[in-house]
């Protein structure tokens, strides 16, 4: 399996507080993304990452943002999180275009 | 703007039995990849097969396997000789060539009868 680690696996927040996410992977890949998954529309992306300091915006960057400072650390962060921010978010790598993403645990957002 | 569509939201079949997953895509690239990803209640995502859109053979995997119409832009997944281990949610997803974004349909959920 990839290695990849996605932190926390679980986390529970209040509407308006700052919440970040990490990843966290070992394989060296070049490209990262961060997706959410809610019921009725599968994964969507939410930014993805091309290499170190190179993020751009997925199709549901609005509230989200993203950096990477090292090949092997994406963070996702909700600046002031709402409770439509309640979801399961994924964590993914892969080494060049075409190649197959492969996907953290995943971490289940709950904002109360 | 590339779009992936699972018309199917959920999908039984009688264990042993075979049953197909649908897809379609629209694209506007001549060269691209499709996917299939399982994923089982443990939430863990699983690729189970690949296919390059300048292939014109059918990728297979084992029990798995895909009818893929790039004239219909469609690519559906066989799943023959069902297993009780093959209930999960399946997502079908796009890449274009070139592109690393991965574009996903809704999500079908197939559930296996015993």
């Known amino acids: 399996d990839a290695g990849i680690t996605q932190s926390p696996r679980h986390k529970v927040t209040e509407t308006g507080t700052p919440v970040t996410l990490r990843c966290h992977q070992t394989?060296?890949?070049?490209?990262m993304y961060w997706y959410r998954q809610d019921p009725g529309h599968g994964l969507r992306l939410i930014h993805y990452?091309?290499?170190?300091?190179?993020?751009d915006k997925g199709e549901v960057s609005d509230g989200y943002s993203v950096s990477r400072s090292k090949t092997e650390d994406f963070l996702l962060t909700l600046e002031s999180a709402t409770s439509s921010q309640t979801s399961v978010y994924f964590c993914?790598?892969?080494?060049?275009?075409?190649?197959?993403?492969?996907f953290g645990n995943g971490t289940r957002l709950t904002v109360t | 703007a590339q779009t992936v569509t699972q018309s199917q939201p959920e999908m039984s079949v009688q264990e042993a039995e075979t049953v197909t997953l649908s897809c379609t895509y629209d694209?506007?690239?001549?060269?691209?990849?499709l996917f299939w990803y399982k994923q089982p209640p443990s939430r863990q995502m699983i690729l189970v097969i690949r296919?390059?859109?300048?292939?014109?053979q059918n990728a297979t995997e084992n029990r798995f396997s895909v009818n893929f119409q790039k004239a219909a832009k469609s690519f559906s997944l066989k799943i023959s000789d069902s297993q009780l281990g093959d209930a999960a949610m399946y997502f079908c997803a796009q890449s274009a060539q070139g592109a690393q974004k991965l574009v996903f349909g809704q999500g079908t959920r197939l559930t296996i009868n015993p």
């Open positions: 394989e060296n890949h070049r490209y």
């Open positions: 990452s091309y290499g170190v300091k190179d993020t």
């Open positions: 993914a790598i892969s080494d060049r275009g075409g190649s197959p993403l492969h």
């Open positions: 296919q390059e859109a300048y292939k014109q």
């Open positions: 694209t506007s690239e001549s060269d691209y990849y």
